[in-house]
């Protein structure tokens, strides 16, 4: 059953990637979590919606990552957080 | 086992018209265990409030067990929900005046089941719940672990086939959070169906499912774990 563990990052720039191990008695494991901030004025050329934007951004981002949390508007950005794929 | 298509959710004032959910096509099976995720405002609650039968859309259709709802007055909707559905909200809902007993009794009342028959299913939801010590208390007497313990098995008492959950841990602390998500986690497994809004990552990972809405529109989905569907 999953345990939560609450970790604070440092202040982090978008498109930084976090690596965090965890090890729990001999057995180790790799998360790696990429934060990126979509603009909306500034990488929506096509001025699409926003959600098709998200949609398309979403899409074409890399098979090895995908999304694991979407957060609230703000500025006219939108933060996700992306996870990589256990290989 | 319920599936929408094209639905939409539009509230309206004297001059502005707000679209909650947009164009939402969803469909769950029996025996899967979705997670509903997305930032604050996004529909979450007001997608569960439909597919709970608690609201109508505006526009769309939503097919829950075979029958097309979406234009079902309150008293058709009512006869469903007690027949198949059970509910769980982040502030438990229960009744302050009515002991634990009384709050888990009170679904069966309005499903007409007899005294002995109803003492017998509250001794049983209560005990599984591990609240049965409690049965005389109020809800104002417990904490809020076990408050929730109550709302749960007031929510299964009567073994609805479905169970929908509206952030179920978010006033709990993560021990009792990890509590309830466990007791959703078993019941799923016995094959209840269960689709929960959360913006918990954890409380989404007992989920075979993620759908992830913004704006009111499903932007994506994650299958986490297959499941065994259930056949009737």
Not at chain 1, 50 to 73: G, P, T
Not at chain 2, 57 to 81: C, I, M, V, W
Not at chain 2, 150 to 163: E, L, S, T, Y
Not at chain 2, 182 to 193: A, F, H, P, Q, W
Request: charged residues 25%; proline residues 3%; glycine residues 6%.
């Amino acid at each position: 059953m999953p345990k939560e563990i609450k970790i604070l990052l440092p202040e982090h720039l978008p498109d930084e990637v976090f690596d965090i191990q965890i090890q729990s008695s001999s057995k180790k494991c790799f998360l790696n979590y990429r934060f990126e901030l979509l603009d909306l004025d500034k990488d929506n050329p096509e001025n699409l919606s926003n959600v098709d934007f998200l949609k398309q951004k979403i899409k074409a981002y890399s098979d090895y990552w995908e999304v694991a949390e979407i957060f609230a508007q703000e500025n006219n950005k939108i933060p996700i957080l992306f996870k990589q794929k256990k290989q | 086992m319920l599936k929408t298509i094209g639905l939409t959710k539009i509230y309206r004032n004297d001059e502005v018209e707000t679209r909650a959910i947009n164009d939402v096509s969803l469909e769950v099976k029996e025996g899967e265990f979705v997670a509903i995720m997305g930032p604050s405002g996004c529909g979450k609650t007001t997608l569960l409030n439909i597919l709970g039968l608690l609201d109508n859309p505006s526009t769309g259709t939503y097919h829950f067990l075979d029958q097309e709802t979406s234009k079902y007055n309150e008293r058709k909707r009512a006869q469903l929900r007690k027949k198949n559905l059970g509910y769980i909200f982040q502030n438990f809902n229960l009744i302050e005046e009515l002991n634990v007993y009384e709050n888990v009794e009170l679904p069966l009342i309005y499903m007409g089941i007899k005294s002995s028959a109803r003492k017998r299913l509250v001794l049983t939801a209560l005990e599984k719940m591990h609240i049965l010590h409690r049965k005389y208390h109020f809800p104002q007497q417990l904490s809020g672990g076990q408050q929730q313990r109550v709302a749960v098995a007031r929510a299964v008492v009567g073994a609805p086939k479905i169970i929908l959950a509206d952030e179920p841990t978010g006033n709990l602390d993560s021990a009792h959070g990890e509590e309830v998500m466990r007791t959703l986690n078993e019941l799923n497994k016995e094959g209840t169906t269960i689709i929960m809004v959360t913006h918990s990552q954890r409380d989404a990972s007992y989920a075979n499912r993620i759908v992830r809405l913004f704006d009111g529109q499903i932007i994506n989905e994650n299958i986490l774990q297959s499941f065994s569907q259930k056949t009737n």
